[in-house]
């Protein structure tokens, strides 16, 4: 039996939504993200099969955070869910009904024990694969006509569809509803984020960002490279203080977006041997810190940078009476904290030892490596106590 905060905590942070500003929207752009996506006449092919031709695109996108949709940390959470709340999830993690009604008769807790044993044998394990994007009333969808297509036929029926390349596109998963906002934010706004950016106006979608030149890789915060893009970082010493500045130079929402990363910014002030002093250590977080209590969300704080907004972290050189000889500066990112220190440890105190616990202990150790230093550098300083 799942508690209700569980389900209430879990289903919300991965809740998908409709489509924002519908009304602005054509026929298509209303239908193509109603979710689970139809049954497709012929069953859709695995994402192998694309790459077959396409080995470039399904090169990229056996890398990307897509093809890792359908993960063990999800399994272990829907597990026991009814299905109807199972299907909330999937519904952008696995979003297609021939991915679902197998998963569904293959029964959540068997896949669980073993869950390898089944990867062969499932659409579901492809997460959000070519099909999910592409593939609609057995019609396949193209931004454009390419050069494959230009030659021998190979697909029976091609539609070239513009909304592929159109951001809202992107926001049947990446936009919560705003019904559920909190202080006029839903828990995830990447869409609205972008709306509210200087990039609609320069033409700039998200597909610009995430996919340039038609790459399927869908890089984002867990990139250490997309993420170094975006910030422009400078570290510089004054006579008083040490100081880090992070801009936020190339990214069209919030960074970071949604309320699962977290971003420290660190200072650590040194002696002339290289050791920390006393009290030396300085932290900036950015990050929309959220808790949950009594089936209601609560903001803490919210120190994400708005796009072309700046943080400093500035230590100053004397420190209890000390003084410090170089400041180390770093940046480390936590793509999941709000996951391996928030979500998991709940879930894992709930379930009984079994297969859908170890898929959350697994998950949650992963998660964990996930974090990365995105910048490091020492700044010296002539200092004399």
């Not at 006579?239 to 801009?247: E, K, N, Q, S, T």
């Not at 859908?356 to 910048?375: C, P, Y």
Request: glycine share 6%.
């Amino acid at each position: 039996m799942i508690r209700w905060h569980r389900l209430f905590l879990i289903s919300i942070v991965l809740l998908p939504i409709t489509i924002h500003c519908r009304a602005d929207q054509s026929r298509i752009t209303e239908d193509y993200w109603d979710t689970p996506i139809p049954f497709q006449n012929p069953s859709p092919p695995a994402p192998e099969e694309c790459g077959a031709c396409h080995t470039d695109k399904y090169t990229d996108w056996s890398r990307s955070r897509h093809a890792q949709a359908f993960s063990p940390g999800l399994l272990g959470q829907i597990v026991d869910y009814a299905e109807a709340d199972a299907t909330s999830c999937l519904n952008c993690h696995a979003p297609m009904a021939d991915q679902q009604e197998p998963l569904f008769q293959a029964e959540l807790e068997t896949l669980a024990a073993d869950m390898e044993g089944h990867r062969t044998d499932l659409l579901a394990r492809h997460g959000v694969f070519c099909a999910a994007c592409h593939l609609r009333d057995g019609v396949l969808n193209a931004p454009s006509a390419s050069p494959a297509q230009a030659g021998p036929r190979v697909h029976d029926r091609v539609r070239i569809e513009p909304f592929l390349r159109d951001s809202r596109f992107c926001s049947a998963c990446h936009q919560f509803d705003t019904a559920l906002s909190v202080n006029g934010k839903p828990l995830q706004d990447t869409y609205r984020e972008w709306l509210d950016s200087p990039y609609p106006e320069q033409g700039r979608t998200c597909q610009s960002c995430h996919m340039p030149n038609q790459a399927h890789l869908f890089s984002g915060i867990h990139d250490p490279d997309m993420v170094r893009q975006g910030l422009t970082i400078t570290p510089h010493a004054t006579g008083a203080a040490a100081v880090l500045v992070v801009r936020s130079t190339g990214i069209g929402h919030r960074f970071p977006t949604y309320i699962v990363p977290r971003v420290r910014l660190t200072g650590l002030l040194l002696n002339s041997d290289g050791r920390p002093l006393p009290d030396g250590y300085h932290e900036k977080v950015l990050q929309r810190q959220m808790t949950i209590d009594n089936g209601r969300w609560i903001e803490h704080s919210d120190t994400r940078l708005e796009p072309g907004a700046t943080a400093t972290l500035s230590i100053p050189w004397q420190e209890g009476g000390s003084c410090g000889n170089a400041v180390q500066f770093r940046i480390v990112v936590e793509p999941e904290w709000f996951y391996h220190e928030k979500v998991f440890p709940i879930v894992l105190e709930e379930l009984e030892d079994g297969p859908a616990r170890d898929l959350i202990k697994q998950e949650k150790s992963i998660a964990e490596t996930r974090s990365f230093v995105l910048f490091e550098t020492i700044l010296p300083h002539d200092c004399v106590n």
